[in-house]
Each structure stands twice: as structure tokens, then as C-alpha cells.
């Protein structure tokens, strides 16, 4: 005697009601990068269909992710080099880049759920994540608190609907959540960047947000790929300290860390399907090799089984549109 799993896969119609995940519109989250200037559409060549935008261009960009139902954008800013410098001030100015674009998107478009990524590797000239130790030659933790309490109150001032440190500074959550309850802006949520790997997947990203280091590499802050344990330990450090919600960067390579933290942590889960996993898909597309809207569907299916609730994906648009197609 053996089991007859066919059973339940024999008739379409109730393959469907057995489906245990779904993907909604509502999971995705769309990052946009905003430069100075006007009408600049700077398509990366790493990522074809990613673009630097101007705010003009992101507002027009943002009415059509109002049309395909994604009701979520996270913000990078991409400031220019002549602009940055060691402690990455435009990212500490009320008129700095990414508050002038808070402001103009929050005013065209007052309902679209705006997240900020909030830290300085896109303003410093070194490219670091916060102001560097000349002595250690590493990111001072601590000192990279203080401004990013900083950077924090500014992006809430300029209209954010939430916060997501990136920087992997230990003690981030606790820092920014004091620092927005003194000011009122105790129901400002923030998104924890939990699990931020050192990966090699990042790499296209940096050719869109200008953000390399220009000397030694991220593996003092962010973590080490081999580590799983490690992820859960910060996880459930960031949700002691206040966060509201966990993320786990990136994803596609860290299915088992998801799971894991899924398991562990009763706080929603959001992933961050990286640059380098869409350019992979789309090399496949274009090399033929793919049928790329099944492989597509399939990873971003995976995120959801694993245990995330939300995902940000530079393939949010393509997936609104599949969801359509396919409903
Ligand atoms: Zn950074």
C-alpha cells in the first residue's frame, strides 16, 4: 500500500483549491532610483528596464505602477559625485535629493506607500554605508547611529510612509525608533534590512546607484553568505529593538534563511529579490535558454513559500501584469 498523492493533482479545478500560497499585487514593492535634473531616463545597461530617474520621470513612472495596482515604492536616492562627500551630507539636508523627491511624490500621489532606504553609501565619496573610523578603516558604528537618527527624521519630515535601514549598523532599530518617537512620529514603521548579506548579487545595483566603495569591501558591517544562525540572531535582535517588519537580502539564495526566520519571528517577512537575480533571469531571457514568465513566476512564488509576505523586485511591474494575465 502506498500513498496516492495524483489524487489531488488529477483535476484542475481542485489543483487550484489546493494551492497553498498566492501572489497578489499587493505583495510587491518597486524600487525606484531618483538623480538630480529633468526628463533624465538613465537605463542600466546591467538591468535592462531599470532606470535613473528624474523626479519628473518618477512621477509619471509612479502613475503607472498606480494603474497595475502596486501600491508600494522603496526610494534610493543617486546623488552626484560632485556632490557627495565623507559623511554623506545631502542625505542629511532637508532639501537633500531624496527629501525634495519625498516631498513631489508624496504630493502627486498622496496614497502610493512610500518606503525610504535609509542609509549613506549613495552620498559618501568612499561609498561606505556611514562615517569612516581613519584609524580602524572600517564604518564607526556608533557615530553612523547618530546621523542616521538624523537622516531618519528628515525622511519622516519629507512625508515617508516607512523606513528601512540598509547599513547593517548593530543597535540601528533601537536608534531610529527612539529617535522618531521623540519627535511624534511614533507611528512611523520601520523595516529592518535584518539579514543583509555581502553578496556578489548586489553587483548590478551598484551600476545603478553609483554606490561601489571605492576601497576594500562591505564584510565588516554586512554579513557573511556562509552564516545562517547569524540571521536569526539579528532578526530577533532587530524585532527586540522596536522593528516592524524583517527583511532578509537577497533572496533567491537565502530561501533557507527566510524559512528559517519565518519560523522563528510572528513579524512579517518582506525579501529583496536583488539586482543580480533579475539581470540572471533577463541574461536567460535573452539567451533563449528560459521561458522567462514561468521562471519568473516560479522564483517569486518560491519568496512567498518560504515565508515572506512581501517582496520587494525589479520585476514588480512584469509580475502585476503576469497576475493579470494569468487571473
Ligand atoms: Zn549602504
Redesign the pocket.
Known amino acids: 500500500m502506498f500513498k496516492r498523492f495524483r489524487r489531488l493533482r488529477l483535476n484542475e479545478n481542485l489543483r487550484l483549491m489546493l494551492e497553498e500560497n498566492y501572489l497578489s499585487v499587493n505583495d510587491l514593492i518597486y524600487p525606484l532610483f531618483v538623480v538630480d535634473g529633468k526628463n533624465v531616463r538613465n537605463e542600466i545597461s546591467s538591468m535592462p528596464g531599470v532606470f535613473q530617474l528624474s523626479i519628473d520621470e518618477i512621477l509619471k513612472e509612479c502613475k503607472e505602477l498606480e494603474r497595475l495596482g502596486i501600491k508600494a515604492i522603496i526610494l534610493f536616492g543617486v546623488l552626484e559625485e560632485a556632490k557627495k562627500d565623507s559623511v554623506g551630507s545631502d542625505a542629511l539636508n532637508e532639501e537633500g535629493l531624496i527629501a525634495r523627491s519625498l516631498k513631489e511624490i508624496k504630493r502627486a500621489f498622496p496614497s502610493l506607500f512610500v518606503i525610504t532606504d535609509l542609509?549613506?553609501?549613495?552620498y559618501t565619496d568612499h561609498g561606505h554605508?556611514g562615517i569612516i573610523d581613519p584609524i580602524k578603516q572600517t564604518v564607526d558604528n556608533d557615530l553612523t547611529l547618530e546621523i542616521s537618527a538624523k537622516q531618519a527624521l528628515i525622511h519622516a519630515r519629507a512625508g515617508a510612509d516607512m523606513i528601512a535601514p540598509?547599513?547593517m549598523m548593530d543597535g540601528i532599530v533601537g536608534t531610529l525608533r527612539k529617535a522618531l518617537d521623540e519627535e511624534g512620529f511614533e507611528n512611523l514603521p520601520i523595516m529592518a534590512y535584518s539579514s543583509k548579506f555581502a553578496s556578489a548579487f548586489y553587483g548590478p545595483f551598484r551600476d545603478v546607484a553609483n554606490?561601489s566603495p571605492s576601497y576594500g569591501d562591505?564584510r565588516s558591517y554586512q554579513m557573511n553568505f556562509a552564516n545562517g544562525k547569524e540571521a536569526l540572531l539579528e532578526s530577533l535582535e532587530d524585532e527586540k529593538q522596536g522593528a516592524d517588519l524583517l527583511m532578509i537580502k537577497p533572496a533567491l539564495a537565502y530561501l533557507d534563511v527566510i524559512k528559517d526566520i519565518s519560523n522563528h519571528s510572528k513579524l512579517p517577512l518582506c525579501v529583496y529579490n536583488v539586482s543580480g537575480e533579475y539581470a540572471l533571469l533577463k541574461a536567460g531571457a535573452r539567451l533563449g535558454v528560459i521561458d522567462y514568465e514561468r521562471v519568473l513566476l516560479e522564483t517569486v512564488m518560491s519568496f512567498k513559500r518560504a515565508g515572506a509576505k512581501l517582496i520587494i523586485s525589479y520585476h514588480a511591474k512584469e509580475v502585476a501584469n503576469l497576475l493579470t494575465k494569468f487571473a
Open positions: 542609509c549613506f553609501c549613495e554605508c540598509s547599513g554606490s562591505r
